[in-house]
């Protein structure tokens, strides 16, 4: 008890990243994989991140453009990472932010290279999917609710948009200098072009 009292307090968890290995079929493109048997990660803050038997993945949550410069995302030792973030991104239940920081996280845990990982975070964070919800509302914002109004969240999605060429600039300095994760934010942040949904929108 006293073990697992100051494991707590010091922010650790005990884990295994996976529940086992990619056990799945490929339809007849051999592009897309079905789970045969559900694949769970559980990432370095004890989060679990479950993949249920019979979900469809084609890795098209990693932008085609980055296929060139780092493979296909089902061909590598990050395979599991990317069925995980593949589901996520069709899913969209959690924010797009954590889905793509999982992905590192589970290439890591994979055995990925570091800086080839770091490159497909960047990868992601610049073409990847990226959703939100949006309040649409007929009524300006009030303490009080009146007959008549209408309030909903509707999962929204961003425009993915990004400069091709500072984007494969970034990609090669990544691969040649070492890159904290933060700066590689930074980076993804100056190259993506697209347009955040706006938080609220007034409908009548």
């Keep these: 008890m006293i073990l697992l009292l100051s494991q707590w307090a010091f922010g650790e968890c005990q884990r295994t990243p996976f529940s086992g290995p990619v056990v799945a079929t490929w339809g007849e493109s051999n592009r897309v994989m079905t789970l045969v048997e559900p694949l769970v990660y559980t990432d370095p803050d004890c989060n679990a991140w479950p993949v249920p038997a019979g979900v469809d993945v084609d890795g098209a949550s990693i932008p085609q453009l980055f296929w060139a410069l780092i493979g296909s995302p089902f061909s590598g030792i990050y395979r599991k990472a990317s069925v995980i973030h593949d589901h996520y991104c069709v899913e969209q239940n959690r924010p797009w932010q954590s889905v793509h920081r999982m992905f590192y996280d589970a290439m890591i845990d994979s055995g990925t290279n570091p800086r080839k990982a770091k490159v497909m975070y960047y990868a992601v964070l610049v073409g990847g999917p990226r959703w939100k919800y949006v309040h649409y509302t007929n009524h300006?914002?009030?303490?009080?609710?009146?007959?008549?109004?209408?309030?909903y969240e509707e999962?929204?999605?961003?425009?993915?948009?990004?400069d091709e060429q500072l984007a494969a600039e970034h990609v090669q300095a990544l691969q040649t200098e070492d890159f904290t994760l933060e700066e590689i934010e930074a980076?993804?942040?100056?190259?993506?072009?697209?347009?955040?949904?706006?938080?609220?929108?007034?409908?009548?």
């Design 155 to 162: 999962l929204e999605q961003w425009s993915i948009l990004y």
């Design 187 to 204: 980076l993804a942040s100056r190259a993506f072009a697209g347009t955040e949904p706006p938080n609220s929108v007034r409908i009548d």
């Design 140 to 151: 300006e914002p009030r303490a009080f609710s009146k007959p008549g109004d209408i309030d």
